[in-house]
């Protein structure tokens, strides 16, 4: 009777822990998914604002290298489109928390379903090579910005922000913007570093389409395994 019940009680003892562990898995696994769900949301939000600067900054830099004479109105084109698309970034921040608790702590054993272990890594790969480059869109980026300091006026930037009814679709009154040098070969190299700029930008955009991707994959993933709407 005595090893019975000792036996019973460790049967009981097994089960609660299984339960407890159970319900936690369950926990990250529903963090992973508001996670991965965010994201998402903020991989289409810079997705969007590369893709629109790549395409302006392949605008200014065609007009950069347009030999055609450097007038008011090429001045205050190349001044709209280098406000807009050569002096700001636009890098995305994933969610970490609740995978690097799984990750980084022994708490990964929690994730019994096939797979799931795998498929964070993977993510996670992915998510570094994002890392990765936009190591080199801050260099290049800084480098953009020193060719900005010397080319435009910040003068003239504030009139762009100070005029509302100015628009990049809709350039109504030229005004006589001028260049801090109209050296031309200056220009061309402000050029070639905006194409740099572009080829990374290129890359970071598609290292965050793959992010994206796996996010998504990831999370249809977890929510069939897991049964969770």
């Given at each position: ?8 009680g ?39 604002g ?70 964070l890594?993977l ?73 740099l ?14 992010v ?18």
């Open positions: 009777m005595l090893f019975l019940a000792v036996t019973l460790f049967f009981v003892e097994n089960q609660r822990e299984h339960f407890i562990e159970h319900k936690r898995e369950k926990e990250y696994i529903r963090s992973l998914i508001t996670d991965l769900a965010r994201d998402t949301v903020h991989a289409n939000i810079h997705l969007r590369n893709i629109q600067k790549f395409h302006g900054l392949d605008s200014l830099a065609e007009l950069l290298f347009n030999e055609a004479p450097i007038d008011s109105a090429k001045t205050s084109r190349l001044y709209e489109l280098s406000f807009r698309y050569a002096r700001n970034t636009s890098f995305v921040v994933t969610n970490e928390i609740t995978i690097q608790q799984l990750l980084s702590s022994g708490n990964v054993r929690l994730l019994r379903t096939k797979g799931v272990y795998d498929s890594v993510y996670q790969l992915k998510k570094a090579l994002v890392s990765n480059t936009v190591a080199a869109y801050d260099e290049i980026f800084k480098n953009i910005m020193s060719y900005n300091e010397n080319i435009f006026s910040v003068r003239e930037y504030r009139k762009i922000i100070m005029n509302s009814d100015t628009s990049f679709s809709r350039i109504s009154n030229v005004r006589y913007m001028p260049l801090l040098t109209t050296d031309r070969s200056k220009l061309i190299k402000y050029a070639e570093s905006i194409e700029y572009r080829a990374v930008i290129s890359t970071y955009t598609q290292n965050l389409r793959n994206k991707r796996s996010a998504i994959n990831l999370l249809v993933f977890l929510k069939k395994e897991y049964h969770l709407d």
